[in-house]
C-alpha cells in the first residue's frame, strides 16, 4: 500500500522515495553502533523466495513488536534500529515500551500521580511477576468442602488454609 502512495515522489526534488514493506517475520538485520543498519528481506517473486539487502534511511513501523503467539517477540528488531540509530516516524522508544503492557501501565500510573487521579483516572489493576503469585488476598469468609464419598469436610477460613489446599 505504502508503496504506491510513494510511488514516483521525490525528497526535495531530487532523491526518489524506494519503499519496503514487510512484516517482522520477513525481515533480518543488523546493525553496527557507527550507525550502520543493513536489513535482508525475503520476497516472493513467481512463486522463488528472493533475498534483497539495503539500508533504511528511515522507518515507519506499523506491528506490535511483541504478540503472546508463539514465536512472535520482535523487539530485537527494535532494539537492531535503535542501536544504529535508524530514525522513525513513529518513536522506536514508545514502540519497544508498548511491547511490554506492564511498563507501559506503569507508565501512566506515574502520569496520574503527577496529575491527580481526578485529572487523569485509571482502571485499577494489579501485577504479579509470575503466576506462582496470584492468589487472591480477599479473607474467605467460613467455606465448607465436603467429600462426599469419604464423608470428610474441610474449613477454610483464610487465605493461608486455601493455599495448603492446592
Not at 43 to 53: E, F, I, L, Q, Y
Not at 105 to 122: E, M, Y
Request: overall charge positive; charged content about 20%; aromatic content about 10%.
Amino acid at each position: 500500500m505504502w508503496a504506491k502512495v510513494f510511488r514516483g515522489k521525490k525528497i526535495l526534488g531530487d532523491y526518489d522515495i524506494k519503499v519496503e514493506q514487510a512484516e517482522f517475520s520477513e525481515i533480518n538485520l543488523v546493525s553496527n553502533s557507527n550507525g550502520t543498519c543493513s536489513v535482508d528481506l525475503q520476497v516472493m517473486r513467481n512463486a522463488t523466495k528472493v533475498m534483497r539487502s539495503f539500508r533504511p534511511d528511515f522507518v515507519l513501523v506499523r506491528q506490535h513488536a511483541f504478540s503472546m503467539a508463539q514465536n512472535e517477540d520482535f523487539k530485537n528488531m527494535i532494539i537492531g534500529l535503535q542501536y544504529a540509530g535508524v530514525p522513525s516516524v513513529n518513536s522506536l522508544e514508545s514502540i519497544y515500551s508498548l511491547s511490554d503492557k506492564p511498563w507501559a501501565f506503569a507508565q501512566l500510573i506515574n502520569n496520574q500521580k503527577r496529575l491527580g487521579s481526578d485529572k487523569f483516572p485509571l482502571i485499577d489493576q494489579t501485577f504479579y511477576p509470575n503466576h506462582k503469585d496470584m492468589v487472591s488476598n480477599v479473607i474467605l469468609s467460613r467455606l465448607i468442602w465436603k467429600n462426599q464419598l469419604e464423608g470428610q469436610s474441610i474449613r477454610i477460613q483464610d487465605v493461608q488454609d486455601r493455599q495448603i489446599l492446592h
